[in-house]
């Protein structure tokens, strides 16, 4: 859209109008805030400070606001909508709005392949792939180089109008360059998204607010099109790639752009008229083999984009092969989706357990009729509390829509009451522990019930694999099915035992070889020396997870130091608020946690800060990974940087990394990690000011 001499002159602009904004003027300002929405919502590459994008926005406001007469239809003022003219009138799209065909397999688009060859009499076929967005598709008319109207799909034949709601997707723009590129009317076909980013983002103010959370980022992107307000859909923070162009009207006399000859063109085009489209994502191919081969790496990769997709699209790249393939009602044949294993699916909620874990929480657990999703096996899902399950009214015997979203756990998304047969029955939730019968209690802000009793054998068993897990002491060879047995068989009925077990009877249980028995000794010995901070959140103190763990570790260098500290003091270290800093100052009021540490110190387990380095450190558990070359540092001289500082070099890019440094003439690193939304990339400078604290 814009070249590198452009974007250079607007960003010198921008610069310029920063420092004199009275000087502006207005075409050029509109200019400019259409330039930094492009680069901010479509390349995903922002030149300025939101910041400064609002000083220039309200620069324009202020303009705009003078002399009415200098608004425009295209202004980025414009994008703000009221809900008084929002009726959702039914429009007939210019072209109908076909589906597409379903591939699964290999052998259907074996099949599709043979068909399309057929009917084309050409057997060199190229195709375009490209990822099949998960979210709500629209419909677009621009008219003399201005978005006139925004439809949803409707029943394929006519939709509803939604421009408003739709003016508030900042990476659509409001007019595109049509006649730069002969076209006075064209009509184009995209999909509505929101990042998996966006959507955890918006999932959170709405917990922030009690209300209910969205199943999943397509519910979200969906329920938006229709909302009577546009500023709520604003606050959606919504995307829409662009992927098909269903209809052009070339300027009179005027030749069309002559991108117009395949899909891969269109796609650029698109792209070039200032569009989201999969201009980037697309993949070209000359057999059906390649494509194949592609799907099947492409299923393993979708967890690393930055939004939900749920498939590949693969078109015929050649217009004129398109057309002499033509469609049926329903789907071109030119076309084929590629769907990847299913992560939804329905199934029925026959049981509810109710689990106790290391809290005293009572979990009410989804015991389902077992069905495939995604890959696996589900027959149990965490419904978390009570409220969980009146939000979603779930009986017994429903049948549930359960997910798999990305590489997250199982979820019920919804019961389907319409599938009632009328003998489902309501959940009642136990008023009594249903492991030691002490009575249940629910604090008036929490939504989970306890167990009161501090002796109930669930809560003490949960505690003890708690220890032992991977994150905390990392008792290696140590399973939970052990745990339990041992617990059950009197052979380790707390936590200072682990380091006492009796390994005669031990041995004489089946399956304990001399092997286990030699590993379990050295890894429950070596865990002795684990450092401080793992032995704190070992200890299953309310609220203090591992990274305040290490925080707390950072500050002391004896764990009973602990047991002197005041609310005020605990409070002044980093990220501990005053919840998660009562929840430490009561655990070490009370005489059987100080018992618990000193026979835990008696037996030999660490209690020391050892790790002095870390003690100023202030990039404690987080990872950090260079690319590219750095100009005032030496790669070696940043890693130990982080080091000192209690940071973590990790080997490449997951989604582990929080921070990616980039050097000069980064490459694919980068690539990858744009792709992962929680991930920083910062600048060598950021990383040297980031450190200097
Ligand atoms: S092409 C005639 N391309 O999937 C052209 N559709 O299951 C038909 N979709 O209705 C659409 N990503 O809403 C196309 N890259 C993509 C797509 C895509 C998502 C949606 C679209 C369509 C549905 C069919």
Redesign the pocket.
């Known amino acids: 859209m814009y070249n590198q001499a452009q974007i250079i002159q607007l960003q010198d602009l921008t610069k310029e109008y920063l420092l004199n904004p009275h000087t502006i003027e207005i075409t050029q300002l509109k200019q400019l805030l259409r330039f930094h929405e492009y680069q901010y919502y479509v390349v995903n590459e922002p030149l300025i400070s939101d910041f400064e994008y609002d000083q220039l926005y309200q620069q324009l406001l202020s303009i705009e606001s003078a002399d009415a007469s200098l608004i425009t239809a295209d202004s980025p003022s414009q994008r703000v909508g009221n809900s008084l003219n929002q009726n959702f009138e039914t429009i007939p799209h210019l072209v109908p709005?076909?589906?597409?065909e379903n591939s699964y397999n290999a052998d259907d688009l074996n099949d599709f392949d043979r068909k399309a060859k057929e009917g084309a009499g050409d057997s060199s076929i190229q195709y375009c792939v490209?990822?099949?967005?998960d979210g709500a598709?629209i419909s677009l008319v621009y008219e003399n180089d201005m978005l006139v109207r925004a439809c949803t799909?409707g029943d394929g034949v006519a939709g509803e109008d939604i421009t408003q709601n739709i003016k508030q997707i900042k990476s659509i723009p409001l007019s595109i360059p049509l006649s730069q590129y002969g076209l006075q009317q064209i009509e184009i076909?995209g999909?509505v998204i929101m990042s998996k980013h966006s959507f955890a983002r918006f999932n959170e103010k709405l917990k922030e607010k009690k209300l209910a959370t969205l199943a999943n980022p397509r519910n979200a992107a969906a329920g938006s099109l229709r909302m009577k307000d546009p500023k709520e859909v604003a606050e959606r923070n919504l995307d829409a790639f662009i992927?098909?162009i269903s209809y052009v009207l070339p300027i009179k006399n005027g030749t069309p752009s002559a991108l117009l000859k395949t899909h891969s063109g269109s796609l650029e085009l698109l792209w070039n008229l200032g569009f989201r489209s999969?201009q980037k994502e697309k993949k070209l191919f000359h057999s059906i083999q390649e494509v194949i081969d592609f799907c099947n790496v492409f299923e393993t990769e979708r967890d690393n984009l930055p939004y939900d997709i749920d498939g590949l699209?693969i078109k015929i790249n050649d217009f004129a092969l398109q057309e002499k393939l033509g469609m049926t009602s329903h789907h071109?044949r030119w076309?084929i989706?590629y769907k990847f294993k299913a992560r939804q699916a329905t199934t029925i909620l026959e049981n509810v357990e109710f689990q106790v874990g290391r809290t005293g929480a009572v979990t009410p657990v989804a015991k389902l009729k077992a069905v495939a999703l995604g890959g696996v096996t589900v027959s149990s899902i965490s419904m978390h509390n009570e409220e969980y399950i009146k939000e979603k009214d779930l009986r017994l015997g429903d049948t549930v829509m359960i997910e798999r979203a990305g590489d997250v756990i199982p979820q019920i998304v919804q019961s389907i009451p319409s599938l009632r047969k009328g003998n489902e029955k309501m959940i009642s939730f136990p008023t009594h522990c249903p492991v030691c019968q002490a009575v249940l209690e629910k604090e008036e802000t929490e939504a989970v019930w306890r167990c009161t009793s501090a002796s109930c054998d669930a809560q003490v068993v949960e505690k003890i694999i708690h220890f032992v897990s991977k994150d905390a002491m990392d008792i290696k060879s140590f399973g939970e099915a052990n745990i339990r047995k041992f617990y059950d068989l009197g052979i380790l009925k707390t936590i200072p035992q682990l380091y006492t077990l009796d390994f005669e009877k031990i041995e004489k249980l089946e399956g304990f070889g001399q092997k286990s028995m030699d590993n379990l000794k050295s890894a429950i010995e070596a865990s002795k020396t684990q450092p401080l901070f793992r032995l704190i959140y070992a200890l299953g103190i309310r609220f203090v997870g591992e990274t305040t763990a290490k925080t707390i570790a950072s500050q002391i260098k004896h764990l009973l130091e602990l047991q002197d500290m005041s609310m005020e003091t605990l409070q002044s270290f980093e990220d501990v608020g005053v919840k998660v800093a009562n929840s430490i100052f009561q655990y070490f009021k009370e005489e059987k946690n100080i018992q618990l540490i000193k026979e835990l110190e008696s037996l030999g387990v660490n209690m020391i800060q050892t790790e002095h380095t870390q003690k100023d450190g202030n990039l404690s558990g987080l990872n950090f990974l260079f690319t590219g070359t750095l100009v005032q540092l030496k790669r070696a001289q940043a890693e130990a940087i982080v080091e000192a500082k209690g940071g973590h070099i990790l080997g490449g890019v997951s989604s582990k990394l929080h921070y990616l440094v980039v050097g000069e003439e980064a490459g694919s690193k980068l690539e990858k990690a744009k792709k992962i939304a929680t991930i920083k990339i910062i600048t060598e400078e950021e990383f040297i000011q980031l450190t200097s604290s």
């Open positions: 709005m076909l589906s597409l490209e990822p099949k967005f598709s799909r076909r999909e992927y098909h999969p699209v071109p076309a989706a």
